[in-house]
């Protein structure tokens, strides 16, 4: 398996390799590399796909402990340097886009473009926090099984794909899920940065997302200089690029040929 030894981590990665421009995939909060297959699948061949587990997730073999959002774009900056790409476009679901944010403000020169899709900038309202509490806990005190009802429903909203993303979560021990959960609460406002990141962006976002409302996608678009456009996916929730992929990767598509 393909690891890179970052920051004293060791990074599991996939590289589709070839000589298009580069698309760097963040996952989201408990998910994994394997929610961005349909754009890997689109994008592959004319575009150099690159997608990675975050600490505390997939198979990444971390030190376990909690961390920022950060330490987290510091981790990509690593897998850049180990894969000796000096700048790459970012594409970033939810935490994955704040740590590509994050990437965007520690090392301007190395983010050629922004895909945020339903992300956000800012840090949780206590209502939030206190959601988040309950299933780190739940996570640790009973598993998967005793929020896999809601959170299921909250973060894809189509059942016939719950199956799957369960069973993933069953393959890692509680005290992990119930960490990343941890590290996610954790996250700062960096709203009023947003000024600084100049790189062309394109937000996306879900029409009917619980956990990261439109208004904050919204902000995004108002707040980025380089922002070029807002697509709003009728319907969809939280993980639009997964459950309606067909009305994600044309808009991708589009804004990377012309900015990767």
């Known amino acids: 398996m393909p690891f890179a030894s970052v920051n004293g981590q060791q990074l599991y990665f996939e590289d589709t390799g070839g000589d298009g421009p580069v698309v760097v995939f963040s996952h989201g909060n408990l998910m994994n590399h394997r929610m961005w297959a349909p754009?890997?699948?689109?994008?592959?061949?004319?575009?150099?796909?690159?997608?990675?587990?975050?600490?505390l997730h997939g198979r990444t073999r971390d030190d376990g402990a909690l961390h920022t959002y950060?330490?987290?774009?510091?981790d990509l900056l690593g897998l850049l340097d180990h894969l000796g790409?000096?700048?790459?476009?970012?594409?970033?679901?939810?935490?994955?886009?704040?740590?590509?944010?994050?990437?965007?403000?520690?090392?301007?020169?190395?983010?050629?473009?922004?895909?945020?899709?339903?992300?956000?900038?800012?840090?949780?309202?206590?209502?939030?926090?206190?959601?988040?509490?309950?299933?780190s806990e739940g996570f640790r005190g009973d598993g998967p099984d005793a929020v896999a009802p809601l959170l299921l429903d909250m973060l894809l909203g189509r059942p016939g794909?719950?199956?799957?993303?369960?069973?993933?979560?069953?393959?890692?021990?509680?005290?992990?899920?119930?960490d990343a959960v941890a590290v996610l609460m954790g996250v700062d406002d960096v709203s009023t940065r947003l000024g600084e990141i100049t790189q062309p962006a394109l937000i996306v976002?879900?029409?009917?997302?619980?956990p990261v409302p439109l208004p904050l996608g919204q902000m995004l678009r108002?707040?980025?200089?380089?922002?070029?456009?807002?697509?709003?996916?009728?319907?969809?929730?939280?993980?639009?690029?997964?459950?309606?992929?067909?009305?994600?990767?044309?808009?991708?598509?589009?804004?990377?040929?012309?900015?990767?």
Do not use: K, Y
Request: proline share 7%; net charge negative; glycine share 8%.
């Open 39 to 55: 754009q890997v699948a689109a994008l592959r061949g004319e575009f150099r796909c690159v997608v990675w587990d975050e600490r």
């Open 70 to 74: 950060w330490d987290s774009a510091d």
């Open 85 to 135: 790409i000096e700048r790459a476009a970012l594409a970033g679901h939810s935490q994955g886009g704040f740590l590509s944010l994050r990437a965007a403000l520690r090392a301007p020169e190395r983010v050629g473009a922004l895909a945020l899709i339903d992300s956000a900038a800012v840090a949780w309202p206590p209502e939030a926090l206190a959601q988040m509490r309950g299933i």
């Open 161 to 178: 794909i719950h199956a799957d993303w369960l069973h993933a979560w069953h393959e890692q021990p509680r005290e992990r899920l119930s």
């Open 205 to 210: 976002h879900g029409e009917a997302d619980q």
């Open 222 to 260: 108002e707040r980025l200089p380089g922002a070029t456009d807002l697509t709003v996916v009728p319907g969809a929730g939280h993980t639009p690029s997964l459950t309606h992929p067909d009305q994600v990767n044309g808009p991708l598509t589009a804004f990377l040929r012309h900015h990767a």
